[in-house]
């Protein structure tokens, strides 16, 4: 990237672009810390509404970036898609064509937009990789959101095609960290779980975990993705996606999930499961084969010493935090 460059994170304010921000601010390496004349631009929804042309507009005439990670989508764990199929579709459609159209309005030299594991085929070998996203319908659960996320691949060879832009895109599995989403009933499993054992030690009542326990998840500490992010942005040179999550030996189970969040609080209460609630996915399980292959010894945060991490974080800015 040339020295001077402006780089905007949509959704600058959610759980990956603060984690970028806490990278571009405290990491001091040469390959993940903010370089000489950089300047990093984090959005959030008040700066304007991406579903919105106009805004959008607004917002590429402002700053004028030279590079943007496009975060900035409509969000949320199994419960709240299984609720808002249209709207995880409709939104982040809106969204995407108006962040991507004013990239190639405003000659924008490279974006790397995010995908995620969860949007591949239901139906398919394992591990799942990057060319197996397009290779048949998503998990029932959340095929707006999937479908919608999907089209940022189709957008990108598109614009590539006809315009040359270099817009690419990373498959992120699923995500934990500081500020995230910690609401009862939208939110991901790992903060949504969180937060009820917290509440569950609190008030010494029960705590539940929806489902079985039984489905497999790969997870990947904000901070370690963002990173990856960082190293997107200024090395990968494919159009086409990335994945970037742990080793397929890392999966852990939703049980094992709990477990380290009732060690990380240290509750000793009652701990069940309410398997009435859908397991949504059993597995997604993906291989970072390709990005072993770019970044062979990147180390990823330790799960428990991640999840300890991050619930202090939620502990220390509970009156604060997204719930
Ligand atoms: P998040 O915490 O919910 O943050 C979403 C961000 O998007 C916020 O900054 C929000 O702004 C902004 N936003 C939402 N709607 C907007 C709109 N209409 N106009 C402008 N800004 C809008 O989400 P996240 O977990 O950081 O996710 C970041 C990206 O990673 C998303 O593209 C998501 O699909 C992807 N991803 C997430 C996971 C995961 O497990 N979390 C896994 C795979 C991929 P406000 O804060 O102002 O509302
Ligand atoms: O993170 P999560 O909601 O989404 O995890 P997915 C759902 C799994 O965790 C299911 C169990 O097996 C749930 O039964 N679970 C247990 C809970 N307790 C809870 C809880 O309190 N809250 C939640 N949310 N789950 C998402 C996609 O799939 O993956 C999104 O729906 C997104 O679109 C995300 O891409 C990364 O991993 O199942």
């Known amino acids: 990237m040339s020295s001077e460059s402006v780089i905007l994170v949509t959704g600058g304010s959610g759980l990956v672009g603060k984690a970028i921000s806490w990278v571009i601010e405290n990491d001091k390496s040469e390959q993940f810390g903010k370089k000489e004349g950089e300047k990093w631009i984090f959005l959030t929804s008040k700066d304007g509404d991406l579903r919105k042309l106009e805004d959008t507009k607004a917002i590429f005439e402002k700053y ?135 509440l569950a030690k609190k008030e010494g009542k029960p705590f539940v975990v929806s489902g079985t326990g039984k489905p497999l998840r790969q997870f990947i500490y904000s901070r370690d993705l963002a990173k990856l992010f960082i190293w997107t942005l200024r090395e990968y040179k494919e159009i086409d996606p990335i994945i970037l999550s742990v080793g397929e030996e890392d999966e852990v189970s939703i049980k094992d999930v709990a477990d380290a969040i009732v060690k990380a609080i240290d509750f000793k209460g009652d701990y069940s499961f309410d398997t009435s609630r859908a397991d949504g996915q059993y597995k997604k399980t993906a291989s970072n084969a390709k990005l072993r292959k770019y970044l062979p010894d990147f180390k990823f945060t330790p799960f428990d010493v991640a999840v300890k991490e991050s619930v202090e974080w939620f502990v220390e800015n509970y009156e604060t935090c997204r719930k």
Do not use: W
């Open 64 to 198: 004028r970036p030279t590079h943007v990670i496009h975060l900035a989508a409509l969000v949320g764990g199994l419960f709240k898609n299984m609720k808002y199929k249209l709207d995880f579709l409709r939104d982040n459609m809106l969204i995407n064509d108006n962040v991507l159209f004013m990239a190639k309005e405003f000659g924008v030299k490279k974006v790397v937009s995010c995908l995620s594991t969860c949007i591949f085929p239901d139906k398919t070998s394992y591990p799942i990789d990057e060319t197996m996203v397009h290779n048949g319908p998503p998990h029932e659960s959340n095929f707006g959101y999937a479908h919608g996320k999907r089209m940022i691949d189709v957008y990108n060879r598109a614009y590539h095609d006809q315009f040359g832009c270099n817009f690419t895109s990373v498959i992120p599995t699923n995500i934990f960290g500081p500020h995230d989403n910690y609401n009862l009933e939208d939110s991901h499993v790992l903060p949504g779980l969180t937060h009820k054992c917290y």
